[in-house]
Each structure stands twice: as structure tokens, then as C-alpha cells.
Nanobody
């Protein structure tokens, strides 16, 4: 069983950048696909980005394509979400989630993921 732990959130001005990290506490992400989701106040949790086990398949929500990049570092047992050109509408709690057997057609679905972190707040404001 893997327990994702997020870090790297904070307050940033519009147009700025942040890098979120997700570590598998007490375990390893080996064998797992990993996704990032976010939830703004009063809204449902939505898909942001995901990366499969081998790291060669990634998916992004249309709203973040070209601005966000997901990557994984097997040696550091960490998955990153690099967020550039941030907008106020990116403000949300960002969650990292993990799942075994993640496939391309279901990577963006919340129900595909078994293990969730506690989230990290990202606020984009001037």
C-alpha cells in the first residue's frame, strides 16, 4: 500500500510558477501510475494531469495543457507537477493520487485511483 504525500504549494502571483512534489511515504511508486487532481472551493475535484508507470504516457486537462508538466523521478521516488503561467483560476487544493494498473483510457478518472494524499493549497493572486 502506498501513501502519497504532497508538498510545494503556496501563494504565487499570476504568471508565476510553482512545482508540486508527491512522494510515496513508507513505500515506493514502483508499479503505480500517479495523477494530480485539484478542488476549488464549491467545486468538484477535477483531473489535472497523470503519468503512467513507465513515464512514457501522460495526460493533461485541456485547461492546463502547455502550462503544466508532470514527470517522475524513480530514483527519488517522486512525481512532480511543474506549473507555469499560473492563473487565478488555478487556485485550488491539489491532490496526488496513485493506482496500480493505470491505463490510458482511464487515467483522468477519479475512480481509477485507490490512494490519495491530503492535498496542498495553491493560491494564485496578486
Amino acid at each position: 500500500q502506498v501513501q502519497p504525500v504532497e508538498s510545494g504549494g503556496g501563494l504565487v502571483q499570476p504568471g508565476g510558477s510553482l512545482r508540486l512534489s508527491c512522494v510515496a511515504s513508507g513505500s515506493t511508486f514502483r508499479g503505480y501510475g500517479v495523477g494530480w487532481f485539484r478542488q476549488a472551493p464549491g467545486k468538484e475535484r477535477e483531473f489535472v494531469a497523470a503519468i503512467r508507470l513507465t513515464g512514457d504516457n501522460t495526460q493533461y486537462a485541456d485547461s492546463v495543457k502547455g502550462r503544466f508538466t508532470i514527470s517522475r523521478d524513480g530514483a527519488k521516488n517522486t512525481v512532480y507537477l511543474q506549473m507555469n503561467s499560473l492563473k487565478p483560476e488555478d487556485t485550488a487544493v491539489y491532490y496526488c493520487a496513485a493506482a496500480k494498473g493505470l491505463i490510458i483510457t482511464t487515467m483522468a478518472r477519479r475512480m481509477s485511483y485507490n490512494y490519495w494524499g491530503q492535498g496542498t493549497q495553491v493560491t494564485v493572486s496578486s
